[in-house]
């Protein structure tokens, strides 16, 4: 009988993000269709909100690593946190968000612990006790479903791919696990936030706008209007909560001082770069060739605005194309808005 694991750190607030609860989502399923129970396993500096979040969520104990050591991301402290973790709950299969403290730590923990892990997850199913992962390869351009027999097998969960868990909260009992006090010579002395003070990546918006290398360049005036595209811009993310990516070449001009000041290559996406999942995307002054394409392969409705009626997104690939001029478009867009 395959024993489940959620595993998962809490917030600053102590609290579980959306990717954790939709990690959970799968975990969940996971074990009604072994027909097994499921536990959970948090850390932090203190998880008893993270475990109220989840109380009636089915989990038949919830297990904590807490304490000051366990607060801001760290790899050493970290892996020994889900190792301990995963060896006091005995689980054979863990299952975890595929967030950066997770990412970080998933190699060594499954070396820790002999067993096997797999990222990238998008599905997990079970037929006839046999657990099967889905995932993507080679920059998420193949879908492929795999099978293990070694254990603990460790799977992390893409966001975006399931339902987030919204089960009621309630008052949860946390049994304590300790961790073993591990030496480590990192040090949090501080977050820096980007240079132009704007927050444009949201996981959660509901619309994905993407700039292209088009908004830097000559307009039909004969000169640039870099100022002027980082308003319209900055005005319609600040307005709507959309998030913002951008195309390789646009952010590939930060370094010649060319390009908006809240654009940097965290924003890139493409086949070099992410492939966010939201429910709408609206793409300008970008050519929609393949690599644009990857980035936006899990974009449900897909807008672009190009002046070029032959661009890559006119060949099939987005849903409505308007051809203009995306300076012009974007100004009527937020006085709509």
């Not at 390789?248 to 493409?270: A, C, L, P, R, Y």
Request: hydrophobic fraction near 40%; aromatic fraction near 6%.
């Amino acid at each position: 009988m395959e024993n489940i694991l959620f595993l998962a750190p809490v917030e600053a607030d102590g609290r579980l993000a959306r990717p954790a609860l939709e990690a959970m989502t799968a975990a969940v399923a996971l074990a009604k269709s072994l027909g097994a129970t499921w536990t959970a396993g948090l850390w932090g500096a203190d998880v008893q909100k993270g475990a109220d979040q989840i109380a009636s969520c089915g989990a038949v104990k919830i297990l904590g690593v807490t304490g000051p050591a366990m607060d801001e991301p760290k790899y050493a402290s970290d892996a020994s946190a889900a190792a301990a973790l995963v060896k006091t709950s005995g689980a054979t299969l863990v299952v975890a968000p595929a967030v950066s403290r997770i990412n970080r730590v998933a190699g060594g923990l499954a070396r820790r612990l002999g067993g096997r892990v797999d990222t990238h997850v998008t599905e997990l199913s079970a037929e006839g006790g046999k657990v099967s992962a889905v995932r993507w390869y080679y920059r998420q351009r193949l879908n492929g479903s795999l099978t293990r027999a070694s254990r603990p097998w460790i799977l992390t969960v893409d966001p975006g791919t399931q339902v987030a868990c919204a089960c009621a909260p309630g008052k949860a009992v946390v049994e304590s696990v300790p961790s073993p006090a591990v030496p480590t010579k990192t040090k949090v002395t501080g977050k820096r936030a980007p240079s132009g003070g704007t927050q444009t990546i949201r996981p959660d918006a509901n619309l994905l706008f993407v700039a292209g290398a088009g908004w830097c360049k000559k307009q039909a005036d004969g000169g640039t209007h870099v100022p002027q595209a980082e308003k319209l811009i900055g005005d319609f993310l600040s307005k709507t909560q959309s998030s913002l990516g951008g195309s390789k070449s646009m952010v590939d001009q930060s370094g010649e001082g060319q390009v908006i000041s809240f654009m940097s290559h965290m924003n890139q996406i493409g086949q070099t770069g992410s492939t966010p999942r939201h429910p709408k995307g609206l793409a300008t002054c970008c050519h929609g060739e393949e690599p644009h394409v990857v980035g936006w392969r899990f974009i449900t409705e897909r807008r672009a605005v190009n002046l070029n009626a032959g661009c890559g997104w006119a060949q099939g690939k987005a849903d409505v194309l308007y051809v203009a001029d995306a300076f012009k478009v974007m100004e009527e867009i937020n006085k709509l808005v």
